[in-house]
C-alpha cells in the first residue's frame, strides 16, 4: 500500500500544494519540478517507483504551477529556491538531503547546495541560467535575458558544483531541443570534488518525454532507476 500525504506550505502570501510520498526508510529527497507546464504530478512516475523501494520523496508546485496557482510573474528562479527552503523548513526534512532537479529545478537544487548538507544530487534534463536571471519576474524580462545567445554559459553553477563533495547523477535527453548536451556534460565536469558523478543519455528520449519513453520498456527503465538507486544512497540499498 502507497501513502501520499498532501500538506500546504505558506509562502508570502500564497499557499504552495505539496505532498509527501512516504518512503519505507528514507524520506529526505526533496524534487523540483521544472517550468512550462510542469507540475509535481507530472513526476508520478519516477517517484512511484522509488515509493516503491522505500524512497520517500516531498515535491511541491511552485508559484504558478499546479494546484498552487497564481502569476508566473509573481514568482522567479531565485523565489522558486526560496519556495522549495520553506517547504523543507516546513517538513523538518532531514539532511544530508538528497534533491532532485528536473529542467529549471535543477538550478534550483544546484543552488541550494549552497546554504544545505545535501550528498546528492539527482538533475534531469537540467537547465542553468546566467546569475542575471536569477531575481528577474518571470515574464517577458526574464525572457528576454535567457532568450540571449548562450546566456547560460555564465551560470554560477559550474562554480556552485566545483564545491559539491556529494553524488552527481545528470540524466540528459538525446534528443532535447531545449537543454544542449553541453549543459549536462560541463555541469557533470565542473564537479571535481564530487564523490561520484556520473552523465547518463537516454536514447530517444526528449526535454519532456524521458521517462515514460523508458517505462515503454521496463528494463530500460528499471536500469536507469537502479542508477539513481545508486545516486541516492551510494550503494547502500
Not at 189 to 211: C, D, K, M, Y
Request: glycine share 8%.
Amino acid at each position: 500500500m502507497t501513502t501520499i500525504l498532501d500538506f500546504d506550505v505558506p509562502f508570502n502570501g500564497h499557499v504552495l500544494k505539496a505532498d509527501h510520498y512516504l518512503g519505507r526508510d528514507s524520506n529526505r529527497i526533496l524534487y523540483l519540478h521544472g517550468a512550462g507546464n510542469s507540475q509535481r504530478h507530472s513526476h508520478r512516475l519516477l517517484r512511484g517507483a522509488l515509493q516503491q523501494r522505500g524512497l520517500g520523496s516531498v515535491c511541491f508546485d511552485a508559484i504558478g504551477h499546479g494546484e498552487t496557482g497564481g502569476a508566473l510573474a509573481q514568482s522567479s528562479v531565485a523565489s522558486r529556491t526560496r519556495q522549495a527552503q520553506a517547504v523543507l523548513a516546513a517538513q523538518a526534512m532531514p539532511e544530508p538531503l538528497v534533491v532532485f532537479g528536473s529542467s529549471m529545478g535543477a538550478y534550483n537544487a544546484i543552488r541550494l547546495t549552497e546554504q544545505h548538507k545535501i550528498d546528492a544530487l539527482v538533475l534531469i534534463v537540467p537547465g542553468v541560467y546566467t546569475p542575471a536571471a536569477y531575481e528577474v519576474p518571470f515574464g517577458p524580462e526574464f525572457s528576454a535575458v535567457i532568450r540571449r545567445e548562450r546566456s547560460w554559459a555564465d551560470s554560477d553553477a559550474w562554480e556552485i558544483l566545483s564545491r559539491f563533495e556529494g553524488r552527481l547523477l545528470v540524466i540528459h535527453a538525446e534528443h532535447d531541443a531545449t537543454i544542449p548536451l553541453e549543459i549536462s556534460e560541463r555541469l557533470v565536469a565542473a564537479a571535481t570534488r564530487a564523490q561520484s558523478r556520473q552523465l547518463f543519455i537516454v536514447p530517444g528520449a526528449e526535454h519532456n518525454r524521458l521517462w515514460a519513453l523508458l517505462a515503454e520498456t521496463p528494463a530500460d527503465f528499471n536500469a536507469a532507476l537502479e542508477m539513481v538507486l545508486e545516486a541516492v544512497d551510494g550503494g547502500r540499498q
